[in-house]
């Protein structure tokens, strides 16, 4: 098999035009704003989730300490 076989470019299909142009939805906004809201609020659930998480390892690192401590 000769190597320049393998580079030779395959023909464009008809399939990859660009998609046409779509109007903008009216709705837009306020789907956006929800969108927006739904992350604030995950990002607050994760943030607490995090601090009660390292909140628990610390303390159970702790008593491990106190246990095992000489």
């Known amino acids: 098999m000769n190597t320049t076989e393998l580079l030779t470019r395959l023909p464009d299909r008809a399939g ?3 998609a046409p142009a779509v109007a903008p939805d ?3 906004a306020t789907r956006w704003a ?3 809201e739904r992350g604030r609020v995950h990002e607050q659930r994760v943030r607490r989730r995090f601090v009660v998480s390292a909140g628990v390892l610390t303390l159970g690192a702790a008593i491990t300490y106190a ?3 000489p």
């Open 26 to 28: 009216a709705d837009f």
């Open 34 to 36: 929800a969108w927006v």
């Open 67 to 69: 246990f095992l401590r």
């Open 16 to 18: 990859d035009q660009a």
